[in-house]
């Protein structure tokens, strides 16, 4: 069975024709993706520990927005409330704490957290969806084919 990290940088993959395609709607040709371990919770692991994949698009060396810490940021504001970070912005503000970032673009699907920055937050959101979405199904298309294989294997 592949790893978490395989199956999430397969999923960004898989997705990136549609990322570039939403570029051709947008004022930037930049990203910055950040998937957290599904496995670690907060109480468990530091944030930085818990980071599963980062993977920049375009050219981060031409960036004049920081958009790996405004990632990292949205990240981490949705790992730590198990949720988007959209909630912080616009429902619950008062659990907003020092240092975070006021824009959203993060996405929750069951356990698996994934935040972007480099576009519009709504098609951060998006995207982090996208990817968040194809990790999951990644994985049940893992775990299926393995336990049709090995029927009296426990997971690992």
Known sequence: MKDQKAIALDA?????????RLFESTNRQELH??????????????????????????????????????ARKKAHQAWRH??????????HPASLREGDVL???SFVYGDIVVACSGVQQWFDM???????????????????TNKLENPTQQYR
């Open 103 to 105: 824009f959203y673009g």
């Open 33 to 70: 993706i950040v998937v957290m371990n599904p496995q670690l919770k907060p109480w468990e692991s530091t944030f930085e520990d818990a980071i599963l994949v980062e993977q920049s698009i375009g050219s981060p060396e031409k960036w004049t927005i920081a958009f790996d810490q405004l």
């Open 82 to 91: 198990q949720q988007a970070n959209l909630m912080q912005q616009s429902v």
């Open 126 to 144: 998006l995207i982090s969806s996208w990817i968040a979405t194809a990790i999951e199904q990644l994985t049940v298309h893992e775990y299926q």
């Open 12 to 20: 960004i993959e898989l997705v990136k024709p549609a990322i570039e």
